[in-house]
């Protein structure tokens, strides 16, 4: 690590996965149509599936049945629905995000349908991830790196603390989530495959 010499690996690496997580957050250039869930009858809550190291920053898309949902929140439900939550089963039209890593249905769906609601999500890595998909890694890894030297060279009074290059680092990083927002924007966005991270 000839850029922050001194600096211990760990504290590196942190750096890097901090990064990358940034990124994806500000980009979600990570996207990944998980595999389809099974409707339950009656059942409104559904846990997501995801890829081990993995964790949803947003929802893309949600279908019921072949038919996109409309997201929603709590605090509409409450003024539009305000007994939403003890709903009798029916054709769910909206969903909203309960956690990270579940789903729930505006009204518990009156049919059993296997493979019935398709979520397509942005994604970003966790906090002790050492893999990220291909999209993230190889095709955005200077900007990436970029991030984790700022944030290296941005802390006060160590080794390799060096203020000025670590805002010219920055300012190269958000170069960099700017160009990865127009790129998914435009829809260039390839397929994915698992990588494992290089530590700078």
């Given amino acids: 690590m000839p850029n922050v010499a001194g600096c211990p690996e760990m504290v590196a690496i942190n750096a890097v996965r901090q990064a990358c997580r940034e990124f994806c957050t500000r980009t979600t250039i990570w996207r990944s149509t998980l595999a389809a869930i099974d409707s339950v009858l009656g059942q409104p809550t559904y846990s997501l599936v995801l890829a081990s190291g993995s964790e949803v920053v947003l929802p ?29 089963n029916g054709t769910p039209t909206m969903y909203l995000i309960e956690t990270k890593g579940t789903i729930r249905l505006h009204v518990p769906p009156d049919s059993a349908i296997t493979g019935g609601i398709s979520v397509r999500v942005a994604l970003r890595p966790t906090m002790t991830a050492d893999t990220v998909e291909d999209i993230v890694y190889t095709d955005w890894s200077e900007r990436i790196a970029d991030g984790a030297l700022a944030r290296l060279m941005k802390m006060a009074g160590k080794d390799w603390s060096n203020p000025q290059l670590g805002i010219y680092h920055e300012t190269q990083f958000w170069n960099g989530i700017l160009m990865a927002r127009a790129t998914v924007e435009h829809g260039h966005v390839k397929t994915s495959r698992q990588v494992t991270m290089q530590f700078f």
């Fill in 60 to 88: 893309l898309h949600v279908e019921y049945n072949d038919i996109p949902l409309s997201p929603t929140t709590e605090e509409k439900l409450e003024d539009a629905y305000p007994t939403w939550r003890d709903a009798s």
